[in-house]
Nanobody, 123 residues
Framework: QVQLLESGGGLVQAGGSLRLSCAASGRTFTTYDKGWFRQAPGKERELVAAIRWTGSSTYYADSVKGRFTISYDNAKNTMNLQMNSLKPEDTAVYYC????????????????WGQGTQVTVSS
């Protein structure tokens, strides 16, 4: 079983950037599909971005396309989310997640979760 730990959250002004990282332990992160979710107060958790374990495909929510980039560093066993042009509506707790292989799409089936990191974007 893989354990996940996020880092990199914080407070940033609108238009700024943050880079979130998710470090894996317990076993290699490589052969898992991976994703970033977020949950704002009073809202449901939503998938923000995801990446196939091979790196061959990615998914982005419409609200972050062109601003966020998901990546995986195999050497460091770490997943990253580069967030640019941040908006106040991006304020949320961000969670990294992983799942075993075998799903057709990237949008469901995540079983392993980090504890979350707060991102706050001020206007």
């Amino acid at each position: 079983q893989v354990q996940l730990l996020e880092s990199g959250g914080g407070l940033v002004q609108a238009g700024g950037s943050l880079r979130l990282s998710c470090a894996a332990s317990g076993r290699t992160f490589t052969t898992y599909d991976k994703g970033w979710f977020r949950q704002a107060p009073g809202k449901e958790r939503e998938l923000v971005a995801a990446i196939r374990w091979t790196g061959s495909s990615t998914y982005y929510a419409d609200s972050v396309k062109g601003r966020f980039t998901i990546s995986y560093d195999n050497a460091k066993n770490t997943m990253n989310l580069q967030m640019n042009s941040l908006k106040p509506e991006d304020t949320a707790v961000y969670y990294c997640a992983a799942r075993e292989l075998g799903y057709v799409t990237l949008t469901g089936g995540y079983r392993y979760w980090g504890q979350g990191t707060q991102v706050t974007v001020s206007s």
